[in-house]
């Protein structure tokens, strides 16, 4: 076997990132700072209509322009609607618009100058059509329809285990309560972008985006290629949190443009058209019931979620499912019931986003059970630890919970905040809240796939290089596996290196999403790096006379175990086995599939291989002048299972926290039917470095056996309990509750005035 | 638009480069000296992620035009280590956390350098104050602020080397 617990150098080391050098210098190359010879400027026109038919387009006058190479309309391209879960968006509009925003055509000219001018010199006629803003409004009878389904619903289900309406009504409590979340934008510092080349019959795409396989595959539908046409390869990626997993049109364009040009060409978006061309987190309105009984003990929960999807699906069908479902995971009641719409309106279509379901559902259901506690007269610590979910457990839709510490976390989280203290010396307009989250390590979603695999070689100097298609977009994936590689091979970390994703050369994987990639590729990198050990010592006991079985490699060395003088450097041991007749290198392959399930049409299986949990509590402070909510105080713990890179997994911690605070407090555009107003960092508030609270958080001691040296996601969960957390504490402070996202100070003054406004 | 002749310095190299007078410093920079450790991020001078120092000031590279610093220095990303050896700030950053998608890496450390110039031991709020502008969607910026404070050790002790 590898390293014991004790014997581990590397797993629990903070490493500095494998691409922090290249990042604090400059060098690190992403999609804008690429170029090729007889490179054009692509570039995109977007309707200003919420909804209309297009009458007329005429793009006459901009191809006449000197410099420009190519126009494109929808009539140009294949017409093939394409998406992952419900493909219903094409590239450029056909016959007409369902947003402001949506891209009606692209140019690509010698420069952006040039584009720009093109773009504006197309006249596209429109017959305005009635619209519609509200998902609710979008299902009822006689609403304008957006695409050609039954009530504008993209998608629904209806799941109900044991008999819920008996166990609410012997309830003696039930809390009835319906919370709105609210759109928010990725914001990567990046912009989405691309570069692609159309050379020979093969399409090369240098594009920002995760999940390299998954998006080749769309863009060979959406352009009626085979996927094996289609190369990708990605640069380093200014952060993704689920808003480059290739949702949104600039790729597909883009390779339009370089095919249509045979010219390489170069799509960034603007910060503005990040914001209306982007694919943010879905709005949802929740209907939550919960009954309890007089100890606080949930006895059954019903939900129903109206999901806003906007004018196209992207991911939010999947996103509403998870936000239906995942949160029973939670707690021990096993009587729900959860319905779930998804209605299209005429809206920026919606996505991916860190969290995905769970940070809307956790904001309504944590508040709710927050709620029946007040109500009850209970401390929502004590309530939270009699319901909390335990290992072992098989949650209502057949989760199978592995390692589970949520006990641990909710106590390490109250306790970091002085919960019991505070609330015995309560201070007017303070307040305390507390939320918990369960998520995924990987989930089986597509193809009824939930693995990895990677090729690893050992090169003739004994430095280790993975070909891992996994991809980073900033998390520091390839730092982790790098690690855990490093680690089960006993060689430095400085000598193994994972190259860039790239689908030629890599094997099919899934890419980053649902916080996957340490737990699921990190057991591929560890088969991959055991086999590889395997081979070094078996070709080591031939040279150095003795069964492999007594060797060991420290440091990069394979030595005797007992006799570290009879030894030869990894690199010896390989260049000596390939030098040689007959030689051969050393590669080898590592795949892993979790033991997770699909999902049918009855939701049941565990979908994923291990579960996170935290728990987290705010501290807030209202101002009853302003209703200014400050976040005085904010503690978290979190079970991840082994932590790999102590640094890195904080430093994502603190992220999602902010990513939290923004979702709670401030992120959230003004739209005006449909549009959004000031679509920029102006209009758009995330977070700045004088927003952030104390902060204190600690990973509770976890060991998942089904994980690589034990770890679990780590990506995602700290962002998902945040904005209930935030609700709680401001709902302790002031006495009344905010039910719609972001909490302003205008809904604050509201409600301490005994009113609520709807927005 | 007639083109200017301006003579600029850029990380210690002077340049002549004909520039039209609506041409931003952000595009002379990454078009035509082809340093593109400096991004774009917003366009609009909000994120800071253009950051740059002129005359040791920072500046939003994309709210400055390319002829307004005719005769100036600039520093960028690209100009803060010596050969090999990495700027405190960079060291820190590297070490501590200070980054994870790196896109706004480079104003971050610019603006931080512009503070630290400044302000060799600068207290909490003055990070926050100096920092204000530079927009972080990765870090949460809790280890930002550790690693300006420890470079701003390492910096001192540097000068109290250099002394000594």
Known sequence: MSATRDERQLVGTSVPRADGADKVTGRARYVADLSLPGMLAGKVLRSTYPHARIVRIDTSAARAILGVHAVLTGEDTPKIPWGFFVPDQYPLSVGKVRYAGEE???????????????????????????????????????????????????????????????????????????????????????????LADYQEGKLTLWANVSGLFRARNQLARALALEPGEIRIIQPAVGGGFGGKSMDDNNAVICALLARATRRPVKLVNTREEDFIGGRPRPTMRIRVRIGFKRDGTMVGKDLRVVLDNGAYSCKAPAAGGVAALRHDTLYLNDTVRSELFVAYTNKVPTGAFRGFGNPSAEWAVEQAFDIGCERLGLDPREVALKNAAGPGRVSPHGNRIGSCELHECIR????????????????????????????????????DYDGSSVILKVNQDGRVVILCGEGEVGQGATTVLAQIAAEELGVPYEHVSIMPADTDSTLFVLGAFASRLT???????????????????????????????????????????????????VGEVASRRNFRKGGEPIVVTGTWDAASESHGKDRYGSESGAFSFCAHAAEVEVDPETGKVTVLNYTSATDSGTIINPVLAESQTEGGLIQGIGYALTEGFLMQDGQLLDPNFSGYKIPCIADIPPFRHEFVPSYEPTGPFGAKGVGEISMDPVAAAIGNAVADAIGARIHTLPITPEKVLAALDGRETQR | MSLRTITITVNGMRHEVDVRPNVRL????????????TKEGCSVGVCGACTVLVDGRSVSACLTLAVMVAGREVLTIEGLAEGDALHPLQQAFLERGGLQC????????????????????????????????????????????????????????????ARA
């Open chain 2, 102 to 161: 790196g896109f706004c890496t480079p104003g971050q450390i610019m603006a931080a350098k512009a503070l630290l110039d400044e302000r060799p031991h600068p207290d909490d709020e003055e990070i926050r104050v100096a920092m204000l502008g530079n927009l972080c969607r990765c870090t949460g910026y809790y280890k930002i602020i550790e690693s300006i404070k420890a470079a701003a050790g390492d910096v001192a002790a540097r000068r109290q080397e």
């Open chain 1, 519 to 569: 737990y699921v590729a990190g057991n591929a990198v560890r088969q991959a790096a055991a086999k590889a050990r395997r081979e070094l010592l078996v070709s080591a006991g031939e040279f150095l006379e003795a069964h492999a079985d007594d060797l060991q490699i420290r440091d990069g060395r394979v030595q005797v175990k007992g006799v570290p003088q009879r030894a030869m450097t």
């Open chain 2, 26 to 37: 952000i595009d002379l920079l990454r078009e035509d000296l082809a340093l593109t450790g």
């Open chain 1, 104 to 194: 009606v055509a692209a140019v690509a000219a010698r420069d952006e100058a040039t584009a720009d001018r093109a773009v504006r010199a197309i006249e596209v006629e429109y017959e305005e059509l009635p619209a519609v803003f509200d998902p609710e409004e979008a299902m009822a009878e006689g609403a304008p329809r957006i695409h050609d389904v039954t009530n504008n619903v993209a998608t629904h289900f209806r799941i109900e285990r044991g008999d819920v309406e008996a166990a609410l009504a012997a309830a003696d409590l039930v809390v009835d309560e319906t919370f709105e979340s609210m759109l928010q934008w990725q914001a990567a510092m990046e912009p989405i972008g691309c």
């Open chain 1, 412 to 447: 390490r989280a109250t306790d970091l905040i002085g919960w019991t203290e505070k609330r015995a010396a309560r201070k007017p307009y303070r307040g305390l809240g507390l939320a918990l989250s369960a998520h995924v390590s990987g989930k089986r979603h597509f193809y």
